[in-house]
């Protein structure tokens, strides 16, 4: 019974020393081992021996990124405005032997290290800036970060500025501001539509104008037409019957000087056929471009047919083509 209980013994024994020197590391976790109070390795993922007498593990973290959440920090701007800012910060663990050994504590590290950065570099910009150069601050903060967690053994790999509040007297401010750019934009706009409207209307009246105007141009100048080619028209029917007339005069003449030639005994009839003739030769001769002054005595017929003739000639011998025949 007593071999029975030391056998037992041992074997629990055993098992425990077992256990104890068996360490499972997740995927994704990195562990530190130490060796009375020295560092002696680091496990890696899976199934690790330890000595379960001397070895220890003394830290264990993940080295997959992580979110670090930044309280609300008042800073002052260049400006002197007062501001409320808060961040998060992406980073993982490079180097887990230093993320261990030469910073107490990392993540308050952290912190601290963060809110300092970003107090220095909102004090170096003015209020207007902090809102327009959001990205350019994240890049240097995150610039600035990486450099001062290097000997922590940490890499940052993103940081972002969340919000950013101005104090309450600055937003009012701020309020009134907008408000005041917003009625001063709004003015401008009415002016311009005012004035646009102003303008468009001015044309519109200017092109009727000018329209009515044309179209009175063209009425006046398309009668003034008309008027000239009727008054033309007129006048070529006209003078046409003047040298119509004109011809049968002369022609009358011709027969009638003829006849006399034959027959002296008509003559006294032939000389108040010629008178009355004559009266109607002078005026048209009246009417004529080219009139002459012309004294006939019907008793000297001869000597009034060549006066006649003589006065007829001033018509075109193209327009008098039996005028022409007879001479």
Known sequence: ????????????????????????INQGDEALVES???YKKKLGPGLSMINPFFDNVVYKQT????????????CITRDNVSITVDAVVYWRIVDM???????????????NLVLTQIRAEMGQLELDQTFTARNQINELLLRELDISTDPWGVKVTR?????????KAVQDSMELQMSAERKKRA???????????AVNSARGKADAQILDAEARQKSVILSAEAEQKAIVLKAQAERQQQVLKAQAIAESAEIISQKMK???????AIEVLVALGYLDMGTIIGKSDSSKVMF??????????????????????ASNPLFENKR
């Open 262 to 268: 034959a027959n002296p005994e008509a003559q006294k």
């Open 63 to 74: 080295i997959r990124e992580k979110v670090l959440d930044i309280p609300p920090q008042q």
């Open 187 to 197: 003015a401008i706009l009415t002016s311009e539509g005012d004035r646009e409207s």
């Open 36 to 38: 009375l109070g020295s």
């Open 97 to 111: 032997e230093k993320s261990y050994y030469k910073v107490e504590n990392l993540q308050s590290a952290m912190v």
């Open 296 to 317: 006939m005595d019907p008793r000297n017929i001869p000597a009034t047919v060549e006066g006649i003739r003589s006065i007829v000639t001033d018509i075109p011998h």
């Open 1 to 24: 019974m007593g071999q029975f209980l030391l056998l037992l013994a041992l074997a629990f024994g055993g098992g425990t020393v077992v256990l104890k020197s068996v360490r499972v």
């Open 159 to 167: 940081v972002e500025l969340r919000d950013i509040v101005p104090s």
